[in-house]
């Protein structure tokens, strides 16, 4: 399974960027998938899941303010960031497994991570 981000990059406090996680290798539908973020000097920080059927989860820093999504016929898995704040900064990373869950350790595949930087 391969997983790959795009669509990080430096935008002002209050603005907006989407993600995308393009999956090659694996049946997507059937996966759960996961969007992480560890800033400098931080722990891998869960932020939001949805399943194979579209069921969706948030933590509360990014709750109303992200969403995340799927379209199984591109292979991609999406997160929608809205109202972006300065604490936001960090390297984001999409994850796959059979049944998404908040902790990094129970997701089997990776992708290699895209930077989000929010200025003030």
């Known amino acids: 399974v391969q997983l790959v981000e795009s669509g990080g990059g430096l935008v002002q406090a209050g603005g907006s960027l989407r993600l995308a996680c393009k999956a090659s290798?694996?049946?997507?539908?059937?996966?759960?998938m996961g969007w992480f973020r560890q800033a400098p000097g931080n722990q891998r920080e869960w932020v939001a899941t949805?399943?194979?059927?579209?069921?969706?989860t948030y933590a509360d820093p990014v709750r109303g303010r992200f969403t995340i999504s799927r379209d199984n016929i591109k292979r991609t898995l999406y997160l929608q960031m809205n109202s972006l704040k300065p604490e936001d900064t960090a390297v984001y990373y999409c994850a796959a497994d059979s049944t998404p869950t908040t902790v990094a350790s129970s997701y089997d595949y990776w992708g290699q991570g895209t930077q989000v930087t929010v200025s003030s």
């Open positions: 290798g694996t049946n997507f539908r059937l996966h759960g």
């Open positions: 949805i399943t194979s059927g579209g069921a969706t």
